[in-house]
């Protein structure tokens, strides 16, 4: 049982729209029992031209029955945007949450073989899908791990990824301890990358980082690879 969540922005111009439309092609042919497509709000000084792309956009969504639209008036950013809708419609989700962003070509994946080999790790809370391509030292770090179908990493990808409605509350909830600026406030992933910025990091034994991980339980899983469609706002 898994729902889908997919977080879009305002486009820069119509042919950026395009890449939404890419990303729902990458994982059309995987069975969801929800799908859901968040829509964040305009920033202030998104021109005319713009909010009107993204109205019509959004326009297509709003006659499709396939999903289910969250339209949002304020401008939330993505972590809070997110925030918000689990907030709201906790009860009626599943406890899988499938999360991509709108402009992620994700590669072949068997859904229900994913989903249960994540269930036999139980120290897995954030399972996520990486890029074929060397990581940045300055945002992974990879750890040992027992299990060839997970790469043990601090640090993570929230381009897309899988996790439970219990997890990524706990995660909003253990965020609220800290103060909310710059990326922080607005993307997720930075938390854990500024931790690992951060001199004390440095000076922090093993065993601190590991419980510091476990907050997260992030894992990467093998052979499910994203291509990033960077779309221009």
């Known amino acids: 049982m898994c729902d889908l969540i997919v977080c879009c922005a305002i486009p820069k111009n119509e042919k950026e729209t395009d890449k939404l439309f890419k990303t729902l092609l990458s994982i059309k042919d995987i069975q969801f029992n929800n799908k859901y497509i968040l829509f964040d709000g305009a920033p202030d000084k998104a021109s005319a031209e713009k909010r009107e792309v993204y109205t019509s956009l959004k326009e297509v969504f709003v006659k499709n029955s396939q999903f289910k639209v969250i339209e949002n008036t304020e401008n939330l950013y993505y972590k809070s945007m997110l925030e918000k809708f689990l907030m709201n419609t906790f009860d009626e989700l599943n ?54 179908r997970f790469v043990k990493t601090h640090g993570w990808s929230e381009r897309v990824y899988i996790i439970t409605k219990n997890d990524l509350k706990d995660i909003f909830d253990f965020l609220k301890t800290f103060t909310r600026g710059g990326k922080n406030g607005k993307f997720i992933e930075y938390y854990y990358q500024n931790a690992m910025s951060r001199k004390s990091w440095k000076l922090m034994d093993e065993s601190s980082k590991l419980d510091y991980w476990a907050i997260w339980g992030c894992f990467e899983y093998k052979g499910v690879f994203h291509r990033h469609l960077v779309m221009k706002r």
Not at 104 to 118: A, Q, R, S
């Open 95 to 148: 406890d899988n949450l499938f999360i991509i962003q709108d402009d992620v070509e994700l590669g072949k994946i068997d859904l229900d073989t994913v989903l249960k080999d994540k269930e036999e790790n139980t120290d897995c809370k954030i399972l996520y899908f990486g890029e074929n391509r060397p990581k940045a030292a300055h945002w992974f770090q990879e750890m040992k791990s027992q299990d060839p």
